[in-house]
């Protein structure tokens, strides 16, 4: 049970506020009522603090000078604003003064827990995180002015920076927390668990004032900082207390990225308070990458910290959910963002291997032709570039047939009206093209081009959006769907860097560093078009003579097509008609072994893309030895050689 205030701690608190204090603040921070304030008003002020009676307007103030900035932070041992009342919590860590026992008990999850309560299944949140945090050395200041925490996604990483910038800006009055990180949407969200811990814990809430990418607290403030490295240089020496918090270091990117790190961390040599905490995922190409440098520092310097643990050690984490994630992600994203390892390739989303397995030596880029066409426009007129993409859809594969790329300036941008004049052409070359355009600065194009007939639809980028066009690109390599000529170098340079982001609602593609991604963006773009269309649109597949090996690897993916196939589940085995054609009789649990099977008469059968997807239909139509049959055409089952 917390003890009531005395005098002196009330007072010292509100010395500390540098203005006026209103009675409401006092009642929620110290749970003293009106009388008890009331009876201490001579004693508050004996110490310095006197009762101003302005009707609604009453207040608390000091009666002499306060909060001086060259004075350096209070004593944690012996200043009574900051020692905690509670005996339990102040004996919860006397090297950490009383910022440790803050964070476990009083700021509570989601769930109403206290952090504490939580950390019982977990003893490494206070061990190996927040304990290094807190020490403090002989002089009263961080014992580790560097700390670098590499955890796997799931173990709360914004969550510990937002109870940690909360706890250090509302404890000490003079703090100044910059939360930063590759863009302001990522650093938001520590400010979003600033606000979750204060909603849920209302003592806190008078004492908070929410501005933009700003929180601000008597005498403190957190603020949020992206890669805009021109103001991050002004940061720091204006309050005597600094911290920064780094979220997801790994994402900052050459270049502008590096140099915001190089001004944040420059800052915290203006004043002698000053403390660094890294929250993030292991990275890509250690031997390269100059967040790798920063953590090896962490990990050999006395002065820093380092926790880096391999996999997966928060007790909330289910297996259940680790292996839905090691199901969607590509195997390079999984191994760095879920077993927490730094990868050695340049890029995480797909490897050269699946490229390589996409590259057919037989296709060269067409200019025209006809059949069924697909294109998408990623428009970047002075820095990124313009991408236009054509794809074809045949033989159950979307084929590669043209990719077109414009580069602009600031003095010469690329020419919209020169873009739409490319479409035209393509449309004239590509009968029938249907295209996806990145409505940007194209609207009225997009107009003008649906007014000459041209099959155009706008594409909005957003988060979701975006999410879909990485699922689709990664399905459309990983199955093979997708076709590629040799010779599309910086194509394949562009694939080949992309790597996997994580956000709160999923993961996506993005280019690293100072790279580009303008051409697999246009490419992605195409790919979710084409699928769009064929998915749903009526196919036709025809089972081959001869003995098919059944690939274990497939058997849980082709329980719909078995079931659209023999009109029956897997264990029993069936005959008898479907959707174009007869089948003939096939043993029971065939797709549970690798067996040899004689499916022996030929069949076609319709509409398996409508009932598994066309990327997943075609792809097991190809393990199970199907061969897709193009509409308008007859179709004659090729002998499939015994094995």
């Not at 022996?600 to 030895?625: C, I, K, P, S």
Request: glycine share 8%; aromatic share 8%.
């Amino acid at each position: 049970m917390r003890r009531r205030a005395s005098a002196e701690q009330i007072a010292a608190w509100v010395r500390r506020q540098g203005g006026p204090v209103t009675p409401a603040e006092l009642r929620v921070r110290y749970g003293v009522g009106d009388d008890t304030l009331r009876r201490r008003r001579d004693a508050l002020a004996r110490l310095g603090v006197v009762h101003v009676e302005a009707g609604r307007s009453s207040h608390y103030i000091a009666s002499e000078p306060v909060f001086d900035p060259a004075a350096g932070p209070p004593d944690p041992a012996t200043d009574p604003a900051i020692v905690a009342t509670d005996p339990a919590v102040r004996s919860a860590d006397p090297a950490a003064d009383g910022r440790l026992a803050f964070v476990l008990n009083e700021l509570r999850l989601q769930d109403g827990r206290t952090i504490g309560e939580a950390s019982t299944r977990d003893p490494w949140i206070v061990d190996n995180l927040l304990r290094p945090i807190f020490q403090v050395d002989a002089d009263g200041l961080p014992s580790h002015p560097l700390c670098y925490f590499e955890l796997a996604r799931g173990h709360g990483k914004s969550q510990d920076g937002g109870g940690v910038a909360l706890t250090e800006a509302f404890l000490y009055p003079g703090t100044e927390v910059v939360v930063a990180a590759a863009d302001v949407e990522q650093a938001s969200i520590v400010l979003d668990h600033i606000d979750g811990f204060v909603q849920r814990s209302p003592q806190l809430a008078a004492h908070v004032e929410r501005g933009p990418n700003m929180r601000t607290f008597p005498g403190s403030r957190v603020r949020v900082i992206s890669s805009d490295a021109a103001t991050a240089w002004g940061l720091g020496g204006v309050y005597p207390r600094f911290r920064l918090i780094c979220d997801e270091l790994v994402q900052w990117k050459a270049g502008r990225g590096e140099e915001l790190w190089e001004a944040l961390y420059s800052a915290t040599g203006k004043v002698r308070d000053a403390q660094t905490l890294i929250f993030s995922n292991a990275g890509w190409d250690a031997d390269r990458a100059w967040q790798y440098r920063i953590r090896e520092s962490a990990r050999l310097e006395p002065f820093a910290h380092l926790y880096a643990p391999e996999g997966v050690v928060a007790s909330w984490i289910e297996a259940k959910w680790i292996e839905q994630q090691r199901k969607l992600l590509p195997p390079a994203a999984f191994e760095r963002v879920i077993e927490n390892r730094w990868v050695a390739q340049f890029g995480d989303f797909i490897s050269a291997e699946q490229l390589d397995a996409c590259t057919d030596s037989t296709l060269a880029p067409i200019a025209s032709g006809s059949g069924v066409f697909f294109g998408a426009i990623d428009l970047g007129l002075v820095k990124d570039r313009t991408a236009f993409a054509i794809l074809q859809s045949r033989n159950g594969r979307f084929e590669l047939c043209e990719m077109q790329v414009w580069q602009g300036t600031r003095a010469k941008p690329v020419s919209i009206e020169h873009i739409e004049r490319a479409i035209i052409d393509a449309t004239e070359r590509f009968p029938g093209l249907r295209l996806y355009a990145d409505r940007w600065q194209f609207e009225h194009s997009l107009q003008r081009l649906r007014s000459r007939g041209v099959r155009i639809a706008r594409f909005e980028f957003s988060e979701t959006s975006v999410q879909r066009l990485s699922e689709s690109l990664y399905r459309s390599i990983t199955s093979r769907t997708l076709a590629l000529y040799p010779g599309e170098t910086e194509l394949r340079r562009e694939l080949l860097g992309l790597v996997v982001k994580e956000g709160p609602r999923g993961w996506r593609m993005d280019h690293r560093s100072s790279g580009y991604s303008d051409r697999a963006v246009a490419l992605a773009m195409a790919v979710a078009l084409a699928e769009e269309h064929t998915r749903h649109a009526p196919m036709r597949f025809a089972v081959a003579r001869g003995r098919i090996d059944l690939p274990s690897r497939t058997t849980d993916a082709l329980d719909p097509l078995w079931n659209a196939v023999f009109g029956k589940k897997r264990n029993g085995g069936a005959i008898g008609p479907v959707p174009g054609g007869v089948i003939a009789h096939a043993p029971a649990g065939v797709l549970g072994r690798r067996t040899p099977t004689v499916l022996g008469a030929e069949v076609t059968f319709a509409d398996v893309a409508h009932m598994v997807g066309v990327y997943d239909g075609v792809a097991a139509a190809r393990d199970l030895g199907l061969q897709r049959i193009e509409p308008g055409t007859k179709h004659q089952p090729k002998e499939i050689p015994t094995r």
